[in-house]
């Protein structure tokens, strides 16, 4: 097993250089001079382009500026903001945090309104509730998350005074963005749990437990869920990246800070070097978290550990 | 009489023959799948609506009109009107258009780059496999909208650019689909044999493997295109795709925003369009895997 993790391990660094490269490259595929476009907001005379050229070390040959780039991400220096006038890396770590106490929400949400819709559409095969569950999924897959968010907002919070509809902190704020976040993610863990679990309930061991007259209850949760379980972990790492990516929408529909807004603010204010350091921590993560996922499924599957 | 029966069967079967099998169980399948055929009749109206938009719509979908804005549903304005004064139900029809566009082309980008990644890649094998596989593990790294985001931020905010962001972004599904595929074939014996015989790769590739990777590459458009519409409309909603005064979807619903309280329709209808297209485009796409692919059958 420690043969496959350190390989898993290994596999991931090409992907982070490549990943480095991406996000450094960035600002050099801008069509035009990046930084005129970036001070194009700003009053500015040639002589301040100028400095803000030699600040950010434009004139150095690529691979130098791309080494620096590096070293000082590791340093956890992603460069500076012009228009919030702060280093990067304390703006996202600001940010940080409410970004993945929602994905976190969003995925536990997911996670158990997904699994469940999934079990009972599985055991109660071709009934009317397989029929809605699946139709429910077939809906959180296709309804576009910022018009679900305004659909909640406009039930919960305008119309029936429940939930606020915007700003973030204590629990009452969460409770809306993670419904909305989390309901596509939901959908396809449910369809996933549902298919999985119809395969395992066709397995000798739900015969022989049956057979044994354990109450069905035991025997689902604790022979076939268990079992079913183990493909639905997998997508676990994926839909976390989908869901933190997902908070970009949901952060600006609930006025939510987070650093999803933060992107999108910057991208439309032309602040690159803030749009590099959140999409670079956002990968890395994303990264990051697929390897523990990987890293959980070969403990808990022992077919996996083939290495 | 015989003869001319035996005959009469003999030229209906040689008829049957030339679509082959796999084709006529697949439409039967299809055929008995609800879901797709629901999903078809959804997506052809669709279609049908943006293909005849400038017939159907009843007004301008972007002029403005001082007079009648904020006006609720009723028989003039079918969905009511918007702070601008414009027909909701002629920005939605005209919206058809924009996603339908944005989707086609969203994938028609991903599928050229994606297959031929992973034909060759499948095919050639070794390094180039292996490099071509990185660079794409490589955009896998940008979970979701994050890929699209980036591209957007580099080419600025606009339609054209939305549509190249979102297609770039779905290179890598069908790029290791097809490369799936090839893999699977590349070893059966009517290849060996066609190479063997001297056959040019070229020819292997575009004869003997390509038909191959056609069903899933289908299916996985299918469920693309709505995946597209649906972070085109997005993109569009936080103001980084399309530009006022285009009638695109999330763009409208995110203008509408602000009249929700009060003004539910202008953000609602909008909303409705997008879920029925994806909603359509999905069924269809499961109904069509379902009919090529008897094993993911559930």
Redesign the interface.
């Known amino acids: 097993m420690y043969a496959y993790i350190a390989r898993r391990m290994l596999a991931t660094v090409p992907v982070l250089f490549g990943v480095s490269l991406l996000v450094f490259m960035m600002l050099h595929l801008v069509p035009g001079d990046p930084v005129k476009i970036m001070l194009s907001e700003f009053q500015t005379n040639p002589e301040q382009i100028k400095t803000l050229r030699a600040q950010l070390h434009l004139d150095d040959p690529l691979p130098v500026q791309y080494g620096r780039f590096v070293w000082n991400a590791l340093q956890g220096d992603l460069g500076y903001s012009i228009r919030l006038k702060q280093p990067v890396t304390g703006i996202i770590m600001d940010n940080l945090p409410a970004t993945l106490e929602l994905t976190v929400a969003g995925l536990l949400f997911s996670a158990i309104f997904g699994t469940t819709l999934g079990v009972l559409a599985a055991i109660k095969q071709h009934s009317w509730l397989d029929a809605l569950s699946m139709g429910v999924a077939l809906i959180g897959v296709a309804m576009p998350s910022f018009w679900l968010g305004l659909l909640l907002i406009f039930a919960f919070s305008l119309r029936f005074q429940i939930f606020p509809a915007t700003g973030g902190g204590d629990l009452k704020h969460l409770v809306l963005p993670a419904l909305t976040l989390g309901l596509s993610a939901a959908a396809i863990i449910a369809r996933l749990t549902r298919s999985s679990m119809l395969e395992v309930m066709h397995n000798e061991y739900v015969t022989t437990a049956r057979a044994k007259g354990l109450r069905e209850f035991h025997v689902v949760v604790r022979h076939a869920l268990r079992n079913a379980l183990i493909p639905v972990i997998t997508i676990f790492g994926l839909q976390f990246g989908q869901l933190l990516a997902g908070t970009v929408v949901i952060e600006t529909v609930f006025g939510r800070p987070g650093i999803g807004r933060l992107i999108v603010d910057a991208i439309l204010a032309k602040d690159f070097p803030v749009v590099q350091g959140v999409v670079l921590i956002v990968a890395v993560g994303y990264v990051i978290a697929n390897l523990l996922v990987d890293m959980a499924y070969a403990v808990l599957d022992p077919r996996i550990r083939y290495g | 009489m015989q003869a001319t029966q035996s005959l009469e069967r003999a030229e209906g079967g040689l008829r049957e023959s030339r679509i082959p099998r796999r084709y006529r169980d697949f439409a039967r399948q299809l055929r008995r799948s609800k879901g797709a055929l629901i999903g078809l009749t959804l997506l052809l109206c669709m279609v049908f609506l943006a293909v005849f938009s400038p017939l159907i719509a009843p007004y301008d979908p972007i002029e403005l009109n001082a007079q009648d804005y904020l006006q609720s549903p009723r028989s003039e304005h079918l969905f009511g009107t918007d702070q601008y004064g414009r027909d909701v139900f002629s920005r939605v029809i005209y919206g058809a258009r924009i996603s339908l566009v944005i989707g086609l082309i969203s994938v028609g980008i991903a599928l050229l780059v994606g297959v031929l990644v992973g034909l060759v890649a499948g095919y050639y094998g070794g390094l180039l496999d292996s490099t071509l596989m990185?660079?794409i593990?490589?955009m896998l790294?940008?979970?979701?909208?994050?890929l699209a985001?980036?591209i957007?931020?580099?080419?600025?905010?606009s339609l054209v650019n939305l549509m190249i962001a979102v297609g770039i972004s779905s290179i890598p599904t069908y790029a290791r689909l097809t490369r799936g595929s090839v893999l699977a074939t590349r070893g059966e014996l009517y290849v060996e044999a066609a190479r063997v015989t001297g056959v040019p790769n070229r020819l292997i590739l575009g004869r003997h493997i390509l038909p191959n990777v056609v069903a899933p590459v289908i299916v996985a458009a299918t469920l693309g295109v709505?995946a597209a519409i649906?972070w085109a409309?997005?993109l569009s909603?936080?103001?980084?795709g399309s530009q006022p005064p285009e009638p695109e979807w999330?763009r409208m619903?995110?203008e509408g925003?602000q009249y929700?309280?009060s003004q539910?329709w202008i953000?609602t209808f909008p909303?409705i369009a997008?879920?029925?297209t994806?909603?359509a485009l999905?069924?269809l796409g499961d109904g069509l895997r379902d009919a090529l692919d008897p094993r993911l059958r559930?």
Do not use: K, Y
Request: aromatic content about 6%.
């Open positions: 990185r660079l593990d490589v790294a940008f979970p979701g909208i994050l985001l980036a957007v931020s580099i080419l600025g905010p709505g649906l409309a997005a909603f936080l103001g980084l999330g619903l995110s925003r929700l309280r539910w953000a909303g997008i879920m029925l994806v909603l999905n069924m559930g």
